[in-house]
C-alpha cells in the first residue's frame, strides 16, 4: 500500500508560478512511476505529467509542455510539479498517482495510489 499527500497548491494570477510536491508513504517508492492530473470543475480528470523509475523518462501533456516541469528525489519520497506561467485554463484539483511499475503512462486506470487532490486556482 502506498499513501500519497500533495500540497502546494493556491491562487495565483495567470504568468505566475506554483509548486506542488506529493509525499509518499508505505512501499519502497523508487519501485513505482510517478504521474500527475488535474481534473477542473465538470471536466473529466486529464494527463498532466509523468515520470518513471530513477526519471530515465518524462512525458507531458501538450497543454503543459514548457511551462511545467515533474521531477523526484527517491531519498525524500517525494515527487514535484514545478508550474510555469500558468493560465486560466491551469485551474483544477491536482492528484498525484503512483503506478506500481518502473514505466510511466497516460491513463489513469494504470495508477492503482491516489492523493486526495490539491486546488489550483489562477487567476486572470
Known amino acids: 500500500q502506498v499513501q500519497l499527500v500533495e500540497s502546494g497548491g493556491g491562487l495565483v494570477q495567470a504568468g505566475g508560478s506554483l509548486s506542488l510536491s506529493c509525499a509518499a508513504s508505505?512501499?519502497?517508492?523508487?519501485?513505482?512511476?510517478m504521474g500527475w492530473f488535474r481534473q477542473a470543475p465538470g471536466k473529466e480528470r486529464e494527463f498532466v505529467a509523468a515520470i518513471t523509475w530513477r526519471a530515465s523518462s518524462i512525458s507531458y501533456a501538450d497543454s503543459v509542455k514548457g511551462r511545467f516541469t515533474i521531477s523526484r528525489v527517491d531519498a525524500k519520497n517525494t515527487v514535484y510539479l514545478q508550474m510555469n506561467s500558468l493560465k486560466p485554463e491551469d485551474t483544477a484539483v491536482y492528484y498525484c498517482?503512483?503506478?506500481?511499475?518502473?514505466?510511466?503512462?497516460?491513463?489513469?486506470?494504470?495508477?492503482?495510489?491516489w492523493g486526495q487532490g490539491t486546488q489550483v486556482t489562477v487567476s486572470s
Open positions: 508505505g512501499r519502497t517508492f523508487n519501485n513505482y512511476a
Open positions: 498517482a503512483a503506478r506500481s511499475s518502473r514505466m510511466a503512462s497516460f491513463y489513469l486506470n494504470d495508477y492503482q495510489y
